[in-house]
């Protein structure tokens, strides 16, 4: 046992713990890696995240509001929107918190230098518990643990969904084939509405999608392009509905689906209706 080093070191030691060496530099883990042990750490055996459509949008029809994804993409709070997606998949269990330091969360998101990444870490949490869907407190060890709340903002304590509710699965591909960089803010919102639609193939009509989840058309339309781009979504076919906005009363639309591995899981339980499967009749 190495007799030099702090009491903490020494202790851990003890334990089997691996620790820091006083005055060498090991590097850091990379990204991807620190991702990949915090993901098996939280034995999750479908490989999936579920996630209620609360948090893209609140309510039931015809009383449906924006949901906390809103405020994270108006406010470019990407980091945030990620440590939450990231958050949600590492606390499956439990009391569904996660006692870790901000350095750790911090190579998720590509940051490795300890000040700016522990602030950027502090921001982030800060916006989210600003927005009711987690609270932290102080660990053990100088580490935080953060707990997951419900999606809708209530600040309820959370507990998993059952089959009546809205909600849907992020698979674990979003990160294991790196969507979670090569994505635009814009790009990570449409996917997780297009998961939220828990169809085969379903309409992104820019105006009602920008409506329904509070997004800017041009987000909307900028989020399907990156999509596709990245050969997450594509075209299938067109689908002719029923409108007044026209003056025949019958349009089309384009219809999109999800490619392998970054489609829909579950499909053989019908998602409850909620306004984004309504066409409005003013078009």
Do not use: C
Request: proline share 5%.
């Amino acid at each position: 046992m190495t007799t030099t080093g702090s009491g903490t070191n020494q202790v851990a030691e003890m334990a089997g713990i691996g620790t820091d060496v006083p005055g060498e530099s090991l590097g850091h883990m990379t990204q991807e890696r620190t991702i990949k042990l915090l993901l098996d750490r939280s034995k999750r055996a479908k490989r999936t995240v579920p996630i209620r459509r609360d948090f893209l949008q609140t309510g039931k029809t015809p009383n449906t509001q924006p949901g906390v994804m809103r405020s994270l993409v108006a406010n470019k709070q990407e980091r945030a929107l990620d440590l939450y997606l990231l958050m949600a998949a590492v606390t499956g269990a439990g009391d569904y918190s996660a006692t870790d330091w901000s350095s750790t969360w911090a190579r998720t998101v590509g940051i490795f230098e300890e000040k700016s990444g522990a602030s950027a870490v502090s921001r982030a949490w800060k916006a989210l518990r600003e927005l009711n869907v987690i609270s932290t407190a102080r660990g053990t060890g100088r580490r935080t643990a953060v707990t997951k709340l419900l999606e809708d903002g209530s600040g309820r304590l959370y507990h998993p969904p059952v089959a009546n509710e809205a909600y849907f699965q992020l698979p674990f591909e979003y990160w294991e084939e790196n969507l979670h960089t090569t994505l635009s803010l814009p790009g990570k919102a449409v996917y997780l509405i297009s998961l939220a639609q828990r169809k085969p193939k379903f309409p992104l009509a820019q105006a009602k999608i920008g409506e329904w989840y509070g997004l800017a058309e041009r987000t909307v339309a900028n989020g399907i392009k990156d999509l596709i781009h990245h050969e997450v979504l594509a075209r299938a076919g067109s689908q002719v509905y029923e409108t007044l906005a026209v003056p025949s009363g019958r349009a089309s639309r384009p219809l999109y689906s999800l490619k392998d591995p970054f489609g829909h899981r579950g499909l053989t339980v019908p998602a409850p209706r909620d306004s984004s499967e309504e066409e409005s009749s003013k078009g």
